[in-house]
């Protein structure tokens, strides 16, 4: 198991910067209407290990499918780089959009499918 570490990340503008502790070990895809058409790959973390750093006046709330996520784009630049919610069990966490955090090789991950379309 590869130890956490402290990836940065944000929007395409630059407004909204993020700090995410992760090892990335587990990303997802997801095909709901949304995730599937915005190509996010996404990691789930403890709320605590996502700290933003700027840009919490530049973010619109949207909620899909059960309202379970609250999804958060950059009001500028309309780019999503994370959600916050409840995962299994009620705890608190953050989706951290893989694809919005810097310098990551995507062709290394292997996304595990999730099939939200039959929940």
Same mark, same amino acid.
């Given at each position: ?56 006046? @530049? =973010? @619109? ?8 996520? @609250? ?8 780019? @999503? ?27 290394? =991950? ?10």
């Amino acid at each position: 198991m590869a130890d956490p570490a402290i990836h940065t990340g944000g929007c395409h503008c630059g407004a909204v910067r993020l700090e995410a502790e992760t090892a990335l070990e587990r990303v997802n895809t997801c095909n709901c209407s949304r995730c599937s058409k915005k190509g996010f790959i996404w990691t789930f973390v403890p709320k605590e290990r996502l700290t933003l750093l700027s840009g919490e006046g @530049q =973010l @619109q709330e949207y909620r899909s499918n059960t309202g379970k996520l @609250q999804h958060l784009t950059c009001r500028i630049g309309g780019v @999503q780089p994370f959600a916050r919610g409840t995962g299994p069990g009620g705890t608190d966490v953050a989706a951290v959009n893989v694809r919005r955090l810097d310098g990551i090789d995507l062709a290394r =991950l292997r996304p595990l499918a999730f099939d939200s379309k039959s929940l």
